[in-house]
């Protein structure tokens, strides 16, 4: 099935076709990319940059990446923050409950609620492309008009119904991450022994 991608969303998300349907095509407007200066950034990565393995499923004690953003428009009274794989669409983390100020998500960091991806878990699911192949992720962050009120585990369809026609502002991050080889461990090479 093709999917008919905003202009804005491509113009967003930068080189490559967008080949899945993301979030804030289905739930905000052109209108609302960067409004009032709003910003999604990483100190781990610049917009368009690899992903380290360490934020993927190459290795064993991977998290989530760290994200920092700017402070959302005046009346913003939530932030959400939607992950999603550009080539296939899989949702990768679905966190709300994020104060509407300037703030950050560190390395590592349990958010304050989280929703299912697309494994079915309540976690950052770890980038695991096929070996040789490059997937791009759309870090995705909503500022929200009004307060939230679905419980944790919620699904992406239950998030993007409650979200809907209350997108004050979207700002985009993206990055790419090739499938590895996962090489293993070897204690006897790296100790002599």
Avoid at 7 to 13: F, P, R, T, Y
Avoid at 21 to 42: D, I, N
Avoid at 121 to 137: A, F, K, T
Wanted: charged fraction near 25%.
């Amino acid at each position: 099935m093709s999917t008919v991608v905003p202009d804005w969303i491509q113009k967003a998300v930068g080189e490559g076709e967008v080949k899945a349907e993301l979030t804030a095509a289905r739930v905000a407007e052109e209108k609302a990319l960067a409004r009032s200066g709003f910003s999604l950034t990483s100190p781990a990565f610049k917009h368009g940059g690899e992903l380290d393995p360490s934020f993927t499923a190459c290795e064993d004690d991977a998290v989530a990446p760290p994200l920092e953003w700017t402070a959302p428009p005046p009346g913003s009274q939530e932030l959400v923050l939607v992950v999603e794989d550009i080539e296939r669409g899989d949702v990768h983390w679905l966190v709300w409950g994020l104060k509407a100020q300037k703030g950050a998500l560190f390395e590592g960091e349990v958010p304050p609620r989280t929703g299912k991806n697309a494994k079915g878990n309540s976690e950052w699911l770890l980038p695991d492309p096929p070996l040789g192949v490059q997937h791009r992720y759309a870090f995705q962050l909503f500022a929200l008009d009004l307060p939230l009120t679905l419980m944790p585990g919620a699904t992406h369809e239950d998030l993007i119904k409650t979200m809907a026609n209350h997108v004050t502002a979207v700002a985009i991050l993206t990055a790419c991450f090739e499938g590895h080889e996962v090489e293993e461990w070897d204690a006897e090479d790296e100790f002599d022994i």
